[in-house]
């Protein structure tokens, strides 16, 4: 059962531009929702989270969006530059349950010159 | 700090072989995981440890055990390789305690690539 789901699956975005993933979960005991970026041969690196009970957390060019109702977070990336282009994956957990994650199926960006 | 580190970093094992991958942070740690990439399915979760002494089964347990040795270290173990089990195996550390945001990050290593043929 995909608990977390993220679409696009790709992306392609022009250097400058913003870049917008989505992710929708299921579980409404999740409590902690961050973003990791990979890139190839490294292990994930988190980029930014959010706890439910804030609508927008803002760090630098990166800004997640939470909405609780719709149970639907994404992330931009504004401006977008080609040391951008990696994988993105969401993710879900409850801090009180040992914090496991549950991860999207991940969203692979290219930036474009 | 070399923060999370895992050894080997790619083994090849034919069907049936076992084999222990290892891990260790040094950032002093509670919780430590075991998570399996594969191709269009995310990170999924094999196995946890909440702390030294305790551990639990995650999303896909099955054909894996772990040992938490001590704080340090988290191994999980193949008793015997299937070609299915073909894929980057990543650990992890987080602290996991206590009210700040940043005390849920999870670090993770650079992973094992494995290859069971």
């Known amino acids: 059962q995909q608990q977390v789901k993220q679409s696009p699956q790709s992306l392609i975005v022009q250097k400058g531009g913003i870049s917008i993933i989505n992710c929708a979960y299921e579980?409404?005991?999740?409590?902690?929702f961050p973003w990791y970026q990979q890139f190839p041969g490294k292990g994930p690196a988190l980029l930014i989270a959010?706890?439910?009970?804030?609508s927008e957390k803002k760090e630098g060019r990166f800004t997640i969006s939470f909405n609780k109702s719709a149970k639907q977070f994404s992330l931009h990336i504004m401006d977008s530059q080609p040391g951008d282009s990696a994988t993105y994956f969401c993710?879900?957990?409850?801090?009180?349950?040992?914090?496991?994650?549950?991860f999207g199926t991940g969203t692979q960006l290219k930036v474009e010159l | 700090n070399a923060g999370v580190t895992q050894t080997p970093k790619f083994q090849v094992l034919k069907t049936g072989q076992s084999m222990t991958l290892q891990c260790a942070q040094d950032?002093?740690?509670?919780?430590m995981y075991w998570y399996r990439q594969d191709p269009g399915m995310g990170l999924r979760l094999i196995y946890y440890?909440?702390?030294?002494?305790?551990?639990d089964k995650g999303e896909v347990p099955n054909g894996y055990n772990v040992s938490r040795l001590n704080k340090r270290e988290f191994s999980l173990r193949l008793e015997s390789a299937a070609p299915s089990q073909t894929s980057v195996y990543f650990c992890?550390?987080?602290?996991?305690?206590?009210?700040?945001?940043?005390?849920?990050?999870?670090?993770f290593g650079p992973g094992t690539r494995l290859t069971v043929t």
């Open positions: 950032m002093n740690h509670n919780s």
């Open positions: 992890a550390s987080s602290e996991a305690l206590g009210a700040g945001d940043r005390n849920y990050e999870q670090y």
């Open positions: 959010i706890r439910p009970d804030v």
């Open positions: 993710a879900a957990s409850r801090m009180g349950g040992g914090n496991k994650l549950t």
């Open positions: 579980n409404t005991a999740f409590d902690y």
């Open positions: 440890s909440a702390s030294e002494g305790t551990t």
